[in-house]
């Protein structure tokens, strides 16, 4: 079992060239990016642990991951864990819900339909996730996505996506 708990993931990032650090990889950098020198800066654990992409990644891994120490994001622009879990449910990943965090049995992703509650996290994480699913996901409420990403679809396409926008 993986298991992620953002009370001791130390992660800095650098607001300069966008190189996300461990802690411990730049101690002795005097507070400073190795990639281009610019000042480091401490990141919120959790919403960097609790992005899209590693629940994408713990819905097709084999084996359990439980990512704990994140109840803040109950009170993001939707309360993320839920919408991940009821998303994981809907395309068939076994999910359990905790009050801070969440536990992926990964293993697998069958497609189905997904609401992203009007978040464009949760909108993005089941449009990648929809790359590896066995049918394809249907995501609802994403308008917001062109608003916070608007080259979201460009992208997607160019890593070989099929995004087709419903009426």
């Not at 966008?18 to 800066?41: E, I, Q, S, W, Y």
């Amino acid at each position: 079992m993986s298991i992620v708990t953002a009370r001791t993931l130390r992660i800095v990032g650098c607001t300069h060239c966008g190189k996300v650090c461990r802690m411990d990889d730049v101690m002795g950098t005097d507070g400073h990016c190795p990639r281009c020198g610019a000042t480091l800066h401490r990141r919120r654990p959790h919403s960097l642990m609790m992005s899209w992409a590693l629940l994408v990644a713990a819905a097709v891994a084999k084996g359990t991951t439980r990512i704990t120490g994140a109840a803040e994001l109950r009170v993001k622009e939707s309360d993320r864990i839920a919408a991940m879990a009821r998303g994981l449910e809907a395309v068939g990943v076994q999910v359990e819900e905790a009050e801070d965090g969440i536990t992926v049995h990964g293993g697998g992703v069958r497609g189905g339909v997904v609401d992203s509650l009007g978040d464009h996290r949760i909108a993005m994480s089941f449009a990648a996730l929809g790359a590896v699913a066995a049918d394809g996901i249907e995501i609802r409420d994403v308008a917001n996505v062109q608003t916070s990403f608007p080259g979201f679809i460009d992208a997607m396409s160019g890593l070989g996506l099929n995004i087709e926008q419903l009426p």
